[in-house]
């Protein structure tokens, strides 16, 4: 088992910046790759970014080039950090842990935290 636990969303104006926080706890963190997918209201959730063990990245198009994964393995934590931010970038961020790395699916993905709301006024 691996529990996640989210932090750093909040309200933000646009163009501005936030950094996203994923605390893991339990089976050994360097083993797996992790991912962030955020959901809107009344939306699907949909994938952001991914990390593999060894610290190879991916985006979705909607974010390349504004944000950025990174994982520190010592402290058992991923972060996103969340550069020009804007209003449609408002959701519930979720980070994930999985065996596969670069998955832009949920299904592939086998722990999920409770999620972190962020809002980005305009």
């Known amino acids: 088992q691996v529990q996640l636990v989210e932090s750093g969303g909040g309200l933000a104006q646009a163009g501005v910046s936030l950094r996203l926080s994923c605390a893991a706890s339990g089976r050994t963190f360097s083993g797996y790759a992790m991912g962030w997918f955020r959901q809107a209201s009344g939306k699907e959730r949909e994938f952001v970014a991914a990390i593999s063990w060894s610290g190879g990245t991916s985006y979705a198009d909607s974010v390349k080039g504004r944000f950025t994964i990174s994982r520190d393995n010592a402290k058992n934590t991923v972060y996103l950090q969340m550069n020009s931010l804007k209003p449609g970038d408002t959701a519930v961020y979720y980070c994930?842990?999985?065996?596969?790395?670069?998955?832009?699916?949920?299904?592939?993905?086998?722990?999920w935290g409770t999620g972190t709301q962020g809002t980005v006024s305009s």
């Open positions: 994930a842990a999985g065996l596969k790395p670069y998955s832009s699916y949920p299904r592939e993905y086998d722990y």
